[in-house]
């Protein structure tokens, strides 16, 4: 491809030739074009080029071949003074064009095109970035072609080339005189770059100023490299404004130490100029980073200076792989200008961060996020927020750490990481990753390749068996097609998951893949054709050159090579051949097809062994000669692991987090990183810190537990593998570190004299960690408003919170300020006070308490401490009195907290209000007064501390009382320190302190009344942790108690002994325990004498379930006393006893030989349920019984009054037995169906006569019923008295049976009155039924009458009235209390029966008057109907 820069004019007698040519040409060239990629490596037959100078016009000539083909030619260039960039061959023909500055080595200029991809050789990479620059504002396209001539042609075309260069000369000349151009000239630099030396992290400018006409184009250049600002707006920014160019390089790093040149081009010639920019590193003290917070400056822009303020600040972030996790910080800039904007841009490890399917960014104006979806071990690292504006830019920095997904099959490796794809070409590309972290439980053993066709979803594994190194040359690619790559690790227990997936890369030459990028191939849309005279005339190729070994391990070889500078028009392929060390004989590796790259992979070589490679070109010629032999290799890792990494070092940081430095690891090469292990002493189990290998040599390990005691240990990894691990660092504790104190407060006076004033303040609340060792006092004169200079007062450090400060002048105004001291260091100044005169004080009260503070902050209480005040006034102060008010209360808020003055230094206020902020003060008062109120304490917030614990008592088993406190919070120095009423505890014979870890025990040697009072805990070095117990006289005494049954332990029984009879009349004793050790031992005790297990005796205990047993046979009368159960369990003894003496053993006996009587009957025949009776809905009268373990063979009799019921007697119809149950019916009335036959009339066949009705139940049923089991295993019986009150009972359970079944009362209206009734299921004689109305009984008459007919038990009234209204009652009698049925004969009910009462009663009249004959004959209707 050719950059024409100007237009070309044509000659009208050329383009005359070309119209006449142009239609035969198109036919003719077609077939004999092929198209040409220009690279470095020109594929033009091997010719000696030449630049030849150039006029600014050129003109087109046609030039004919042998064929009588014309085709496009360039005229010869005119001269002139500057080289040209055409390159040209000895017949001055154009043939390419040539980069006008800066031949960069190969290495440096591959990196322009494959910036998103690693170490990727590009060719042609020069040409292809300039021609970028000016293919934008191309306007015209060409078409090119260069046609291969033969001698004689060539001859022919010289003369005529000769005769045309005159004829152009005069031409030109004409031109000039015609068409004078005075105004072009060259590009010329007015004002050059500058070079410059900035701090890394700073932005800086480089400034040109440039003539030329016509307009130069201009371009930037890092080390020779084009720099590409589009591509990297995050980076670069270029502009250019009226000839004045500009270069903005953002977030100075230190790679960005380089020259840097700019190139100004024109038709008129080319210039350049060179700066060298050199960008420092602050090595000593603590230097802000490339990212850090800069001082903001004023933007003439916008008039204004933009302030940066970033808040809701994302932190130290945790992820598993596969979850979205998103980071956002809130970016406020000031002022607000209308429609500007900052600059977001996101860092991952100081590499801007662009969208991707992995990566999303968002801003809203207002809220800055970054969403990394599905997270991977790639995306851990440091994560940077940086807004740029005008005026300068502000950064926010945390770490993301990605732990690894949980594993399908347990001990089975992580997933590796970081999978590239490096010197991609036709068919082959080597595939790179990173080891994991986590080996799994056995070492890994290699690493499969996946590869997938993009657009495909089929995953091909590219090595049959694992390779050990991480780098693989991946074979056997299609060229032209798009391929993705992931990585499995292997362990002895399985397969890890896939990686993530690598980016796509394209399997083409990669030239072809710059020109790709780099966009059209020319400023015109065309091609440079090459047209061959003769396509069948081939060239063999020729040698290719370099023939190296790129890579070599125990798996495979890489050969790399450089084609032959022969290499024929239709491109080379390439075979590969191998002699082993010793032989001369060459054996072609590819025998099958060669390969299309300058690339081969070569596997299944013999470990050990040495050989030697060469490599011959190919083509449709044949095949050239071989390359130069590589000389002899020895196959085997060339890569070694790297060495174990320094001793680790951990230091303190946070509460979660740990820094780690170590040292490098050394003669390491192609180091990848480190990984840091973290293990908790005593446990030997170690946790990745990171999932991402670091290159630095210090780490902060996040996401500790705090307390902890850990170890750390680092390994490096290369290539070739994991180094040993480093060895273990020293133990650490996971808490802050120490540093210097907060500042004090409340500097105040106590107490002025003439020549000195005694000072006093308040400790910092946070002591950095450590002890406060001193303080130290400043102070400076002030004079109306003018202040002098500080000036020290003391050069030792003060112990106390108050100084007197002496050699003070009289009546002049001092302020002091105040600095504290641990082992950190010293804390910044407090507050100034406020300006003291130095005067005698004349008061008489008491000065001001000082230092107070607060203690066991809770929800509703708080505890108000402080010290007495330095000046005492005339009379010592003899109490205090507190005050307390709300903190957003104004000075008329104050209240005391208690009416009497308190004697204590301190005080508890109680009732305070959750959640609400309060201030206090104290005064002090002697017998002169009281005097000024203390500074202000507070505000203190009334809110119980998340995981704050009381002090609670233990009585260990011992016996021994004590206090603890515990806190999970201690940091490093923090102590516990108890007092008593919040005094320090001096007497130590009362108590004896024990710490272990967050638990402090404070026990009581020997508990007394001298021990009554509050207990407090203190932690120091927290936010006030403490808490406080009250010990009572109650509550000693209680303790007491307690401490008595722990020393002398009681075994606690659940139940205590008891007794049961069991079959056979077995006696068993039992107890039950509530708890009890498998220690516990039981000693079974008799009238006080030990038994033990024998044949009277049976024992057991159950210490699961803590049931003591203890089994008689039976009891003998010299049983009769006290049996007893002791126990002893270490130190614990409980016993239980039962005593049976007198009638209660006496009677235990009786049931006991009652019970083996019993148990020897049923041995054989015998009853269940002995006869009894039972009354059925029908009215059954039953005798019953249920009998058990009978035989076929067994004796079943029943007897009457001691008379055997024969199978013939009539009684013997009654008995039933149905399984083991026995049945005598002793009678029934008569059944429901044949009462009802009777009553509709009917008269059953003589066939269907049914027997005759069973007799009822009668006195004559009276009498012994007796039924007797008898067979060869024993004998039974069981009798029912049927006679006086067991007769009785019957009848009445009959009776009861009626009585349940009867019906409701109900109405009938007859002709001669009202009838009530009710129906029962059986009728008995001997049952009494009474009637009664409105609660009075009836006496019977004529007119009311009651009786029974059949089941219907009715009452007749005749001839109703009025009277006979109201409630009627049935009573029938059951045997007790009777069954009551009412009915109410009122209302409706009464006017419905005596209307239709009266109806009937007229009708039957009328019935008995129709037919009778007064005075005449009959009526024919009457004689009809056969009356008379």
């Known amino acids: 491809a050719l950059r024409m820069s100007g237009s070309l004019q044509v000659m009208q007698k050329q383009q005359q030739q070309q119209q006449q040519h142009h239609q035969h040409q198109e036919q003719q060239q077609h077939r004999y074009e092929s198209s040409c990629h220009l690279s470095t490596k020109s594929s033009f037959s091997q010719q000696s080029f030449s630049t030849y100078k150039t006029t600014t016009r050129r003109l087109k000539t046609s030039v004919k071949t042998e064929k009588g083909q014309e085709v496009v030619k360039l005229s010869p260039l005119p001269k002139r003074a500057k080289r040209t960039y055409l390159a040209m061959d000895t017949d001055k023909e154009v043939i390419g064009y040539v980069i006008p500055v800066f031949r960069a080595s190969h290495d440096v200029v591959r990196g322009l095109m494959e910036a998103r991809e690693e170490e990727v050789t590009e060719e042609g990479i020069n040409y292809v970035a300039m021609r970028n620059l000016f293919v934008r504002e191309a306007r015209e396209a060409m078409d090119v072609k260069v046609v291969k001539k033969t001698r004689t042609t060539h001859v022919r075309e010289s003369a005529e080339r000769l005769e045309l260069n005159k004829t152009m000369d005069e031409w030109t000349e004409f031109r000039k005189k015609m068409n004078p151009d005075s105004l072009t000239h060259p590009p010329e630099f007015i004002v050059k770059p500058r070079g410059q030396t900035v701090w890394e992290g700073k932005t800086l400018k480089l400034h040109c100023t440039v003539a030329g006409w016509p307009k130069p184009r201009i371009a930037w250049y890092k080390n020779n490299v084009l720099i590409d600002a589009k591509a990297h707006p995050e980076k670069y920014t270029v502009e250019s ?16 130490t380089a020259q840097y040149h700019v190139s100004a081009l024109n038709v008129k010639g080319e210039t350049s100029s060179v700066a060298t920019i050199v960008v420092k590193r602050f090595q000593e003290g603590e230097e802000a980073g490339p990212l850090d917070p800069k001082p903001h400056g004023f933007c003439p822009e916008h008039g204004v200076t933009f302030e940066t303020t970033i808040i809701d600040k994302f932190e130290v972030a945790f992820g598993s792989e596969g979850e979205t996790l998103s980071l956002g910080c809130t970016v406020i800039v000031y002022p607000t200008v209308k429609k500007y904007q900052p600059e977001v841009v996101w860092y991952r490890n100081s590499v801007p961060l662009k969208p991707s399917k992995w990566v999303h960014t968002h801003w809203s104006g207002e809220r800055a996020t970054l969403t990394l979806v599905h997270l991977n071990k790639e995306d851990e690292g440091m994560y940077t927020l940086r807004v740029n504006t005008k005026s300068g830019f502000d950064t926010y920095s945390a770490y993301v750490f990605v732990r690894d997904a949980d594993v399908e099959v347990e001990g089975v490796p992580v997933a590796p990481l970081d999978v590239r794809c490096h010197d991609a070409n036709k068919d082959y590309v080597v595939v790179t990753w990173k080891q994991p972290a986590v080996e799994g439980s056995s070492s890994i053993l290699g690493y499969y390749i996946d590869r997938c066709e993009v657009g495909t979803h089929h995953w091909a594994q590219c090595n049959d068996s694992p390779v050990k190194y991480a780098r693989f040359p991946v074979t056997g690619l299609v060229e032209g097609r798009s391929y993705i790559f992931r990585v499995r690790a292997l362990n002895k227990a399985g397969v890890s998951r896939p990686s993530r997936v690598s980016e796509a890369v394209v399997a083409m030459d990669p030239s072809d893949r710059a020109r790709l990028r780099a966009g059209p191939s020319a400023p015109w849309t065309g091609m440079i054709k090459f047209t061959e005279e003769d396509s069948t005339v081939g060239v063999v190729p020729g040698e290719p050159t370099d023939v190296v070994v790129t890579e070599a391990t125990k798996s495979y070889v890489v050969l790399a090579w450089k084609p032959p500078v022969q290499r024929g028009h239709e491109g080379v392929m390439y075979f590969i051949e191998k002699c082993i060390s010793g032989t001369d004989t060459w054996q072609r590796v590819n025998t099958g097809m060669p390969v299309k790259s300058p690339r081969f992979a070569l596997f299944d070589l013999a470990e050990g062994k040495s050989y030697s490679f060469r490599v011959r070109c190919c083509n449709s010629a044949g095949v050239g000669e071989p390359s ?26 946070t509460d979660t987090s740990v820094v780690v430095s170590w040292g490098a690891s050394k003669d390491v090469i192609r180091l990848v990183g480190y990984y840091i292990e973290c293990s908790v002493v005593g446990t030997d189990v170690w946790m990745p810190c990171n999932n991402k290998p670091v290159k630095q040599t210090r780490f902060v390990c996040h996401g500790l537990t705090t307390g902890t005691n850990c170890v750390f240990r680092v390994k490096a990894v290369n290539a070739a593998g994991y180094s040993q691990s480093s060895p273990n660092s020293d133990a650490v504790v996971v808490q802050a570190a120490i540093s210097v104190p907060g500042k004090p407060t409340g500097v105040t006076l106590l107490e002025a004299v003439k020549d000195y004033m005694v000072l ?32 020290e007062m003391n050069h030792q450090a003060l112990t106390t919170t108050s100084y007197k400060a002496e050699n003070l002048k009289e009546s002049v105004f001092y302020q002091f300020q105040v600095r504290a001291m641990n082992m950190a260091g010293v804390s910044k100044a407090s507050l100034a006070s406020a300006a003291l005169e130095c005067k005698e004080w004349t008061i008489t009260v008491a000065g001001a308490p000082v230092g107070l503070h607060v203690l066991e902050v809770r929800d509703t209480s708080v505890v108000v401490l402080w010290e007495p005040p330095a000046f005492n006034g005339r009379t010592p102060v003899n109490g205090y009195y507190l005050d307390v008010k709300v903190a957003s209360a104004g000075e008329e808020g104050w209240k005391a907290a208690h009416e009497k003055a308190n004697k204590m230094k301190y005080m508890k206020v109680t009732g305070l209000k959750a959640g609400t902020s309060y201030v206090f003060r104290v005064r002090s008062q002697n017998l002169a007064g009281v005097g000024k109120p203390s500074a202000v304490l507070g505000p203190i917030l009334a809110q119980t501390r998340p995981g704050t614990k009381e002090i609670y008592v233990d ?9 603890v406190f515990e806190c999970s919070e201690m940091n490093e120095g923090s102590e516990f320190v108890w007092s008593k009423n919040y005094q320090a505890i001096t007497d130590t014979s009362r108590l004896t302190i024990v710490t272990e870890r967050g638990r402090s025990r404070a026990i009581f040697n020997s508990p007394s009344l001298e021990d009554l009072g509050t207990f407090s805990c203190v932690v120091t070095n927290t936010d006030g942790i403490s808490s406080s117990y009250t010990l009572t006289e109650e509550g000693l005494k209680r303790l007491l108690d ?8 009681v075994i ?13 009349g077995c006696v068993r004793f039992w107890t039950q325990v509530e708890k009890c050790t498998s220690a516990c031992q039981v000693e079974y005790v008799f009238n006080d004498v030990i038994i033990t297990q024998g044949k009277k005796y049976t024992m057991n205990f159950d210490k699961s379930t803590g049931i003591i047993e203890m089994f008689m046979d039976s009891l003998e009368v010299t049983d009769e006393g006290t049996f007893t159960f002791n126990l002893v369990d270490g130190k614990a003894k409980g016993t239980t006893s039962l005593v049976l003496i007198g009638d209660e053993f006496r009677e235990l006996q009786k049931k006991s030989e009652f019970e083996r009587a019993e148990w020897v009957r049923k041995q054989g025949p015998h009853f269940v349920e002995y006869l009894d009776f039972t009354v059925t809905a029908e009215c059954n009268v039953l005798l019953k019984c249920k009998i058990g373990n009978v035989k076929p063979e067994t004796e079943i009799t029943w007897s009457k009054d001691r008379i055997e019921i024969a199978e013939d007697d009539e009684d013997a119809k009654k008995i039933e037995r149905k399984d ?10 008569v059944i429901k169906q044949e009462k009802q036959k009777e009553k509709e009339g009917k008269k059953p066949p003589a066939e269907d006569v049914p027997p005759p009705p069973r007799p009822k139940i009668s006195k004559n049923d009276a009498g012994i019923y007796e039924v007797f089991l008898r067979d060869d295993r024993g004998k039974d019986k069981s009798t029912f008295n049927l006679t006086d009150a067991g007769y009785q009972a019957v009848m009445n359970e009959l009776f009861r049976v009626i009585a349940k079944s009867s019906s409701e009362i109900k109405i009938l209206s007859t002709e001669h009155g009202i009838i009530l009734y009710s129906m029962v299921t059986y009728y008995n004689e001997d049952l009494r039924v009474g009637w009664l109305h409105k609660d009075a009984k009836i006496a019977a008459s004529e007119r009311v009458k009651s009786g029974v007919t059949g089941e219907q038990l009715w009452l007749k009234i005749n001839e109703p009235t009025e009277k006979d209204k109201g409630k009627y009652t049935m009573d029938i009698f059951d045997g007790k209390d009777g069954v009551k049925r009412v009915f109410d004969l009122t209302g409706q009910a009464w006017e419905e029966a005596f209307e239709e009462f009266q109806r009937l009663k007229a009708a039957a009249i009328a019935e008995r008057n129709r037919a009778r004959v007064i005075g005449g004959l009959p009526d024919v209707v009457a004689i009809q109907e056969g009356k008379v």
């Open 760 to 791: 006093g303040w308040t400790a910092p609340a946070k002591n950095g960690g450590a002890d406060i060792r001193g303080y130290f006092v400043d102070y400076r004169t002030v004079k109306g408003d003018v202040v002098g200079k500080w000036h």
């Open 955 to 963: 009585v260990d088993d011992d016996g021994v009382i004590s206090m």
């Open 1220 to 1229: 083991s149950e026995l049945t005598f019916n002793i009678g029934k009335w």
């Open 628 to 653: 130069v032999s590589t000389g002899e290799i020895t196959v085997g890792d060339k890569l070694d692991l790297p060495s174990a990494p320094g001793n680790p070092v951990a230091t303190r940081n």
């Open 1042 to 1049: 307690i401490s008595h049954d722990h020393k002398f332990p």
């Open 241 to 256: 404004n009226y000839n004045m160019h500009s270069l903005e390089i953002k977030n100075c790093d230190f790679v960005d």
């Open 1052 to 1064: 606690p029984f659940k139940n205590e002994m008891a007794m049961e009879l069991l079959e056979k």
